[in-house]
């Protein structure tokens, strides 16, 4: 049987880089509050599994299972960068705390955890990019509605990228022969008004 300082050596070593060591009753229900966690995500209640690893992670935030477990679920949910971030904590966690140990079921897991970190990373790139070009139609469409009173479009404007300072500067394009969009012809509206 190990004596208490052995035991209170190996919680210090589970709570590098934090101010205070979680108390036992705190590291108990941390471990009853990820437990119900797993329990929740064979029920596929996802939502719920999310909330007891969290408070699992508040009690104890160096909890590695926990942050596993609720990255699992929100990759059920969809939330792939929050699935992410967490699989991240989960190896950076279990690299620090397990780094002197050579136990093949910990090692296994921790790759586990960093495949997973490597799967996620292109969906969460492409997800990425697929808000990026929906945010940019949005601008885009909101953009035309404002020019419209104007008779001008986004297609009026070119965006040039400063290969120097990686900033963009806008260009105002006409159409050829002084057309503006709305088809009137700027030298022609310019004469009529100084006729009058």
Same mark, same amino acid.
């Given at each position: 049987?190990?004596?208490e300082e052995e035991?209170?050596?190996e919680e210090q070593k589970r709570t590098i880089?934090?101010?205070k060591a979680p108390t036992k009753t705190e590291l108990l229900l941390a471990t009853l509050h990820a437990n119900a966690g797993a329990c929740l995500m064979k029920q596929e209640k996802f939502e719920e599994c999310v909330g007891r690893c969290s408070k699992?992670?508040?009690l104890h935030p160096l909890y590695g299972k926990a942050y596993a477990r609720r990255a699992q679920a929100y990759e059920k949910l969809d939330d792939v960068e929050r699935a992410l971030e967490d699989y991240e904590r989960a190896v950076e966690i279990e690299e620090k705390v397990n780094e002197e140990s050579e136990d093949e079921r910990k090692r296994a897991r921790k790759s586990a955890h960093r495949e997973k970190v490597n799967l996620l990373k292109p969906k969460v790139d492409a997800k990425r990019e697929e808000t990026k070009k929906e945010m940019f139609k949005q601008l885009r469409s909101l953009g035309d509605m404002v #020019?419209?009173?104007f008779g #001008?479009?986004?297609d009026n404007f070119k965006a040039e990228k400063d290969e120097n300072t990686g900033g963009y500067s806008l260009k105002f394009v006409q159409e050829k022969g002084g057309k503006?969009?709305?088809g009137i012809n700027e030298n022609n509206s310019n004469a009529a008004s100084a006729a009058k």
């Open positions: 049987k190990r004596s035991e209170e050596e880089g934090t101010t699992a992670i508040d #020019l419209g009173n #001008l479009s986004c503006t969009p709305t």
